[in-house]
């Protein structure tokens, strides 16, 4: 029969099932690789939510199957043959009380693990744990780390810096719109929002050179796809000599462009957002500058930190990230500088580690 | 009737229920009502008492409360009792009592205006005292929670003055009076209770 | 035929005329299905650009502000325009067929309900001339206020989702008192069947979910233009507020999507599996349960908005509850081909294909029902898959089947089957292609409402394999409008029940009269066209008696006018918004006044 010819004999072949498990072995390969993947982890809450994620992946993989298997058995095997028609069943009381109870049972099984990591996850953070505030912006993120008594010790922006080991405590602030702060390899994420003080807190379990990615998980306007963060979990020790390095003052530019830099940015608008401690610089509108050089990023994490880089953000902010609030500094966008007054300002910048 | 007839029936046509298909629209109607004002009271609970500037509703540190109790415990009064005279205007329409009828309408309709007249008075009044859509989260709920609940006295204002108007007609309101009366009753009950609850939440109970 | 003095006269029943001013069920149908498949093919493309757009890392077709437009259009046309209105489609066209009645309990508002969607539409999709909302389709404050969106998006937004949910809420009452209350003879609740019976749920869903959403929409247009600070924190306001009303509307909106598509299936697989539906009254009672509960599971949504522990565990275990009565229905369709002697029309293979791809989606919805698992799920892409095997694999799989199904009922002809299975192996595979490796891309980290992405982040090939997906889709239905204007070109062949199927709409002709049935049909059974054949019960005789229909009326489209420019007016100058109110008033009035015969 044609209907059945054109319907069927193309999803009959026993290659199907071993292809499609190919496949998805492949795809989740692939996803496990990726730098920004929810399959590493690096962090005590992404392993403990990989424990009811484990068991609701496998029961999802039985009823997919069973359902799978059952819709193509049956469309198969019930498909119309001459003499045999179909059997007029209503229903099946037992049937129903039993396809009633296995959905009930398989949520049960989901639900125990899952608040198990629930409430695992969402545990009071040791007194203790290191107190960070990060702070969400229209597209970049703020960190500020704090004492005990909450003062902050030092400011920084797009690149957060943690100990192995040690649990922290992320007051999540915003000051414009609604951002998330997401980091999968570590933790899964909570919003920032204006107005409430929520919370995030993990212990980072994995030191490596190699920074884990973050990004903004909410839709925070244009550029929410520039909005992106590093964290770097480092040893102990090295977490503890980036801190001190960082609590420093900037030290006077050395070298004839960065030095010519320094003078013109000290004479630009760009001290009005920016904060550069030690020197006369002390805006708090745009990210602290004081030790710009040291971070691998600049634009929140979208474009890698060097003088090519720079000049080109501070030529035209908006090229790189739409809709970026700093206005065009360069004079082909709008600005004052010239182009070679951006480059010497961007050797200061770098100077800045 | 000589011919079946679809769609709009009049009463007497059959129904599943044995409820007319407009007087089921009605209620079904107000039951979405329902939630409308109740999204718009639960935001008022929410935000009671989270002006971060006066005026206040209630007195507040010393400062005096804005609302007049006296003065809206007398509208919400005449409200009440124009569901009095709504009841006596059904009575009257389905007993074919035309002047009982038209005489509580008439006062149905007197006593919602008049209920809008306080309104009207008590929204000048808080602005004249410096309270606007814009002053503070009290000002935004309660204008615009009672606002739409004027609203709808304002509309049914209107409904039962076409009914008054049409019952003047030389066929009066037709075969189907206690009908048309009784649903409009319906919604006008309905405008009043969403009062009384409007009424407890922002007037009875202090912040 | 009298007039009132001062309304319009009925107008004749032909032609353009007859269509603009019809109050017959059917053709307002049709009038849905054909706007809701423009719209479609509208909300297509612009998924078709935002798809090309993500091809490759570090695109350059759309610039990131048309690239948020485009996916904040895109959500609202699917939702509003497309997948709502086909669903509208079917229970205008069939409802009144199904239980036996000539036409709706008020064919006038139903009318009305049309040609304000009609309306709503065209505003919003205006928008493209001016600002399209650009804040995603859930339009979260502030990034939606004023402060941080100043352009006439959002208010586009609020204007078009307020006329559209009016639509609704009209259309939803009609159907509600229409299912209720004009049954024929004998077909009690428990016969009805489930197509029916989801309409009604879904209706009731409608009354009671719009005024949420309603009242979210008036503070945020308060707070835009009029001053107020419901959603402004420093002022005492709260932006969670706006998250709390959408998603009271929003999770029963899923169902509104969804329900009508398994009330579709329902109808469809006992047909070509030649036996009744198994265990009627569970699915019956699964999705009444569903409906029930999914009232109380709107903040799963806000897992991540820092809820309490324990509202959290409140709203998963509701949400995973909603598995059980989910569950019982696939099975039930499950054993509804146990047994069967199945034919495989295109309309079955979209049925069958709906199972599967429908309890991908649902399991994933299980997934992050867990709120742990919901950290990494939510704004991931992995939610991007979720929703797209619900709304298409489930929704849009559940039209289609029943656009196959019935197309020789509302036309006379049948669609091409040779090209229908074109067109279903394309979608099916297409879909696959498209929304499966989402799958991925969301566990390897990639938000949603992202226009462009890094190299290095290995999103490439899945985001690549993607968008050759969604080019397959766009092919499908390049097919499935050949076939349409094809067999549109047919000669009307089709006879009252081509299906052998068994429900009242098969008992009239195809395309029935505009009276519907000659004689009210009695109901005697559940599967009641099978029963009055295994008991050699004749169709009754037409009496020949004079049947009065509704005629046809100017003040529907009238009164939707009105309703736009009020709509318009709020966009642009108030002096619309007062014309808009006058032509309302005169429009009620000349309703109120015209003769019903």
Known sequence: MRATRLGLTSLRGRRLLPLLALVLLVALLVACDAPQSTTEIAGNNNDKLWEPYRVVLVLAAIVFVLVLVLTLGFSIWFRERPGRPARQIHGNTRLEVIWTLIPVAIVAMIAIPTFDALFKIDKDPPADAMKIEAIGHQWWFEFRYLDDKGETVLTTANELHLPEGKPVTIALRSVDVIHSFWVPAISGKVDMIPGHDNNISFTATKARPEPYLGQCAELCGLSHANMRFRVFVQAPADFDNWMSDQKKDSTSATGDLASEGEQLFAQSACIGCHTVRGTSAQGKVGPDLTHVGSRTTVAAGTLENNAQNLARWIRNSADVKPGSKMPPQGASAGGTLTDDQIAAIAAYLLSLR | MAHATAGHAPAHHRTNTGTDNRKLLMWFFLGSECLFFGSLIATYLIFKGDSVVGPFPHDHAGEKGILDIPVTSTSTFVLLMSSVTMVLAVYGAQHGLQKMMKLSLLATILLGITFLGFQTYEFRTFGHEGLNLGTNIFGATFFVMTGFHGTHVGVGVIYLSSLLLASFRRSGLGPEAGFHVETAGLYWHFVDIVWIVIFTVVYLIPT | MATVAGTLARPANVGVWSWITTVDHKRIGVLYGITAFTFLLWGGIQALLIRTQLAVPNGTVIDAERFNQLFTMHALTMIFLAVMPLGAAFFNFLTPLMIGARDVAFPRLNALSYWVYLGGGLILTSSFFWDAPSAGWFNYVPLSGQTYTSDLGIDFYVVGLLTLGTSSLMAALNFTVTIINMRAPGLTMMRLPVFVWMTLIISFLLVLALPPLTVGLIQLLFDRNFDTHFFVPEAGGDPILW????????????????????????????????????????????????????????????????????????????????????????????????????????????????????????????????????????????????????????????????????????????????????????????????????????????????????????????????????????????????????????????????????????????????????????????????????????????????????????????????????????????????????VIIYSIWGWALEPTD
């Open chain 3, 243 to 582: 998250q709390h009303l959408f998603w009271v509307f929003g999770h029963p909106e899923v169902y509104i999507l969804i329900l009508p598509a398994m009330g579709i299936v329902s109808e469809v697989l006992p047909v070509f599996a030649r036996k009744p539906l198994f265990g009627y009254p569970a699915v019956v009672f699964a999705g009444v349960a569903i409906a029930f509960l999914g009232w109380a599971v709107w903040s799963h949504h806000m897992f991540t908005t820092g809820m309490g522990t324990v509202p959290r565990t409140v709203f998963a275990t509701n949400t995973m509850i909603i598995a059980v009565p989910t569950g019982i229905k696939i099975f039930n369709w499950i054993g509804t081909l146990y047994g069967g002697s199945i034919r495989f029309t295109t309309a079955m293979l979209f049925s069958i294909a709906f199972i599967v791809t429908f309890t991908i989606g649902g399991i994933s919805g299980v997934m992050h029902a867990s709120p742990p698992i919901d950290g990494q799920h939510q704004d991931s892409y992995f939610v991007v898959a979720h929703i797209h095997y619900v709304l298409f694999g489930g929704a849009v799989m559940g039209i289609f089947s029943g656009i196959y199904f019935w197309f020789p009922k509302m036309t006379g002809r049948f669609l091409s089957e040779g090209l229908g299975k074109l067109h279903f192996w394309l979608m099916f595979i297409g879909m696959n292609m498209t929304f499966f490796p989402m799958h991925f891309l969301g566990l390897a980290g990639m938000p949603r409402r992202i226009y462009t992405y890094d190299q290095g982040l290995d999103w490439g090939f899945w985001n690549m394999f993607a968008t050759i997906g969604s080019y397959v889709i766009g092919i499908s239905i390049i097919v499935f409008v050949i076939n349409f204007f094809r067999s549109m070109r047919q000669p009307k062949t089709a006879p009252n029940n081509p299906w052998d199927a068994a429900t009242l709409e098969w008992a009239t002709t195809s395309p029935p009269p505009e009276h519907d049935f000659d004689v009210v049909p009695t109901v005697r059974a559940r599967d009641p066209l099978w029963y009055d054949r295994d008991h050699g019960i004749e169709a009754p005789e037409p009496t020949g008696e004079h049947i009065h229909m509704p005629p046809p009326s100017y003040y529907p489209i009238l009164m939707a006018s009105g309703v736009a420019l009020l709509g318009i007016g709020v966009l642009s100058h108030l002096a619309l918004t007062a014309l808009g109110a006058v």
